[in-house]
């Protein structure tokens, strides 16, 4: 089963909802065109076929080993990162001068969305190398850009984040790995980081670890790390030496087993050297850059690992013959003929959930991307800040929906599937078992949920949310045009409402002081506020249909436009009302979590 991905709904995403033109008219991307894209994710298409899916089960099966300090993975991972390499797809974003293609994010995250649908494995290795080199491009000095970047680009070396730590997890001000300056104006880095993702194996030369740490006298919590570029190999006009970079172990995990996974430690013998980058004491807001384009990326990975459960499932529906279609017999005329499960009601139910989850993150993932594109170059700062701010807003529900939902609806597809969904002749399992993890790279879902509530929706005294909630009413405004869609986007606007009372109701207590309080349900608050935003993304999409469909300029089929409007009244009558219950919740002045006396004997 090779179907992973819809190609067509990503270039409608591109051409038609989003307005990619708009992007491209920009002076850094005037050497794109539409059609040149759309070569681009077909050729991607194609590469993925034979470079990425093949091996996506095996890549489980062999999972990467760890013997005498070495991790080995997949050998493939090896031809990967070359071809990502030569066919700069590691940093497409860079300036031409910098060895990139200034290629837009809104078309990056098509691709990547394409590949990583493939084998979300092994498209993490070149991922964190890219967002490595995007760190030192940002902060570091020309000298360590021209010592690291290029080879990170040709993928000849890969990259991390070395962040955690085996007592400090999410919180990062508790980070005690050092950092001593010696003579050279280099650092002595000693400690121990442990869940760095693709941290070690034999597929690159040398691994460049970008690593946060604490310099000698530096202030307490998060206002004294700084940020240190960290080689596992130290390069010299000799060739690479040994910079006392051990790798303790590798983390056996329940899914993405051949995306190594690793606990390093860093001046076991007191001989580890590190480079700052930028400033001191100022690496952790350095190293929210990488987060915040990881978030992104997750979120991404997540609709993609959902869209091949999607397209798997789908595939097996229309191929399985089970049952017979209910009649006035009940079903139980023998005489009749077997039916395609896909016949079924509850399984196309199932099969509009996959979809309607799948391609409702694929473009929001594509909407933040023009927002990453227009922030950095839009032609005034004005409408720069405009939209670096509702891509902050945006990037918490971006990376959570898709990591909590795709977990759904890929178990959904396994459900499709039956018996087979849970075996190992199936990728539904494997498919289930990589998107787990989504949930907690970069953030957990509960930490996303406070950075949502207590931060971004706060941002500017709620300039940015006022900001989405313009660009909501102007797409609901163009929706409405069309009489068949009114009532749903008079669903839409009443879910707004409705958001805009519960946050009217959880402010009064940030007013008071009571910020516990305030952020206990930001989960739920997560939950609700995030399916508002998909029914925004799929009154979009229908709305773009419709007109296709009206005015006849049809890019794709008749039939593929009028899925995309019965998708969004799917969604309308079966997701979107779930909010329902978050509002309850969240209005309810029953306080039952927040940990007091009465609360904490609930586990005794």
Not at 69 to 91: D, L, R, S
Not at 440 to 459: A, N
Request: overall charge negative; glycine content about 8%.
């Amino acid at each position: 089963m090779s179907n992973y991905v819809s190609v067509d709904h990503l270039k409608f995403l591109l051409d038609e909802v989003h307005n990619l033109e708009e992007v491209l008219g920009l002076d850094r991307f005037s050497d794109y065109d539409m059609e040149g894209i759309n070569i681009l994710l077909d050729s991607s298409k194609e590469l993925s076929d034979k470079e990425l899916f093949p091996y996506f089960t095996e890549m489980d099966r062999v999972g990467a080993k760890y013997e005498n300090g070495t991790i080995t993975c997949h050998p493939q991972i090896e031809n990967v990162m070359k071809m990502y390499g030569e066919n700069g797809f590691i940093c497409p974003h860079f300036d031409y001068e910098e060895g990139g293609s200034q290629m837009p994010h809104m078309a990056s995250l098509a691709v990547g969305f394409i590949s990583t649908a493939a084998n979300n494995t092994a498209v993490g290795y070149p991922g964190l190398t890219a967002g490595a080199a995007g760190l030192i491009r940002s902060y570091a000095s020309k000298e360590l850009f021209d010592t690291y970047v290029p080879k990170m680009m040709a993928g000849e070396w890969g990259g991390t984040m070395a962040l955690t730590e085996p007592h400090a997890g999410s919180s990062l001000s508790d980070i005690v790995t050092s950092a001593r300056l010696i003579e050279d104006g280099s650092y002595n880095i000693e400690g121990h980081k442990i869940f760095i993702s693709a941290g070690d194996h034999q597929c690159c030369e040398n691994i460049v670890h970008l690593t946060l740490a604490r310099i000698e006298g530096a202030p307490a919590g998060t206002k004294g790390i700084s940020l240190f570029v960290v080689p596992k190999y130290m390069p010299t006009e000799d060739g690479l030496i040994d910079n006392d970079v051990f790798t303790a172990g590798e983390f056996e995990k329940m899914g993405q087993r051949g995306y190594v996974t690793t606990h390093l430690v860093f001046g076991d013998k007191q001989n580890c050297k590190g480079f700052l980058v930028g400033e001191a004491n100022r690496g952790l807001k350095y190293m929210f850059q990488m987060m915040n384009g990881a978030r992104l990326e997750v979120g991404l990975t997540a609709a993609a690992i959902a869209s091949a459960a999607y397209h798997q499932s789908l595939q097996y529906a229309k191929e399985r013959s089970q049952g017979r279609k209910l009649d006035g017999s009940g079903g139980k005329n023998i005489n009749a003929s077997q039916t395609l499960i896909i016949n079924h009601p509850d399984v196309r139910r199932m099969l509009l959930l996959q979809k309607s989850v799948v391609e409702g993150c694929a473009s929001l993932l594509i909407l933040c991307g023009k927002y990453l594109d227009m922030s950095h170059y839009a032609a005034d700062e004005t409408t720069k800040e405009k939209y670096h701010d509702l891509l902050e807003l945006l990037t918490p529900i971006a990376k959570t929906y898709p990591s909590e939902m795709g977990r759904i609806s890929t178990s959904n597809g396994m459900q499709v599937l039956g018996g087979y969904g849970f075996t190992t002749d199936f990728p539904l399992e494997q498919l289930y078992r990589d998107i787990r993890i989504t949930a907690i790279y970069e953030g957990t879902t509960g930490i996303q949920s406070l950075d949502l509530l207590g931060r971004k929706v706060l941002m500017k005294n709620g300039a940015a949310l006022m900001s989405l909630m313009q660009e909501i009413n102007n797409d609901i405004a163009l929706a409405e045009t069309y009489e068949d869609l009114k009532p749903y986007t008079d669903k839409l606007k009443s879910a707004l409402q409705q958001t805009q009372k519960v946050l009217v109701h959880l402010s009064q207590f940030a007013l008071a002081g009571k910020f516990e309080r305030f952020l206990a349900d930001a989960t739920i608050f997560m939950e609700m506020t995030s399916t508002v935003i998909i029914a925004w993304q799929w009154i979009t999409m229908a709305s773009n249909a419709k007109q296709a469909l009206v005015t006849g300029q049809l890019n794709q089929s008749q039939q593929f436009y009028e899925a995309q409007i019965h998708t969004m009244k799917f969604y309308f009558k079966y997701e979107l009302p779930k909010i329902k219950g978050h509002i309850e919740t969240l209005l309810s002045d029953e306080v039952l979590t927040i940990a007091e006396e009465k609360a904490v004997e609930a586990f005794s």
